[in-house]
Nanobody, 115 residues
Framework: QVHLVESGGGLVQAGGSLRLSCAAS????????MGWYRQAPGKQRELVAT???????NYADSVKGRFTISRDNAKNTVYLQMSSLKSEDTGVYYC?????????WGQGTQVTVSS
């Protein structure tokens, strides 16, 4: 059974940083790619960043240069380091893992950036 558990969200001032973690089971090597999405109030869920098993990354234009996605295969964890946060980064952040055509989601973690 697949489990994705996010952590690390919270309240931060604009310009600050947060690191989100997604602990996956079974092994994250089972999934390709893994990524982060977010959903702001009243808006659709949108891609933030993805990382493939070989390490290739992809970012939304709105976060390029500010966010970094990484993975630690030994810890079965994917991270999202967020810096220079803006109020528009506020939302619920979801971990995503693809297993073939099946998409798995975590429960989400709230990120609130105060201006």
């Amino acid at each position: 059974q697949v489990h994705l558990v996010e952590s690390g969200g919270g309240l931060v001032q604009a310009g600050g940083s947060l690191r989100l973690s997604c602990a996956a089971s079974p092994s994250i090597l089972s999934f390709n790619p893994m990524g982060w999405y977010r959903q702001a109030p009243g808006k659709q869920r949108e891609l933030v960043a993805t990382i493939r098993s070989g390490g290739t990354t992809n970012y939304a234009d709105s976060v390029k240069g500010r966010f970094t996605i990484s993975r630690d295969n030994a810890k079965n964890t994917v991270y999202l380091q967020m810096s220079s946060l803006k109020s528009e980064d506020t939302g619920v952040y979801y971990c995503n893992a693809d297993y073939g055509p099946v998409h798995y989601w975590g429960q989400g973690t709230q990120v609130t950036v105060s201006s």
